[in-house]
């Protein structure tokens, strides 16, 4: 049997459209962030739902006109490394987590996000 719910905390975002409906701004605020209450602007956002009916996954991926694509980049390597955090955390497989960040470690560094050995020195 399920926990009862002791607290229910929102997370709140606004995207705003040109009027080609490409987002210009998008910003989020949540009850429990530490940074404050208001909102907070940001470049991108990736959102993952696990529907609990049809097994399935709902994603929105949405970015401004003015993200780079250095940013997208880091954007990218930072959400797969906690995507393979979370895949540990979760099941405990450490051969395929550890698969997992291989790959973003080849990532970050084709992507110039991790120095090459060779830069480092």
């Known amino acids: 049997m399920a926990n009862p719910v002791k607290k229910v905390s929102s997370i709140q975002i606004n995207i705003g459209l040109n009027d080609k409906k ?8 949540s009850d429990d962030n530490p940074n404050g209450t208001g ?6 956002l990736s959102l993952s739902l696990f529907d609990k009916e049809y097994l399935d996954t709902l994603k ?3 970015w401004t006109t003015d993200m780079q694509v250095v940013e997208m980049d880091r954007f990218v390597y930072q959400t797969l490394r906690s995507i ?3 895949y540990h955390r979760a099941t405990n497989n450490t051969v395929l987590a550890n698969d997992m960040q291989a790959f973003i470690d ?3 560094t084709h992507t110039g996000i991790i ?4 830069e480092k020195s």
């Open 22 to 29: 490409i987002p210009e701004t998008i910003e989020w605020k």
């Open 39 to 44: 909102f907070t602007p940001c470049k991108a």
């Open 60 to 62: 929105i991926d949405l």
């Open 84 to 86: 393979a955090d979370m």
């Open 106 to 108: 080849y990532f970050g």
């Open 115 to 118: 120095p090459k050995e060779e």
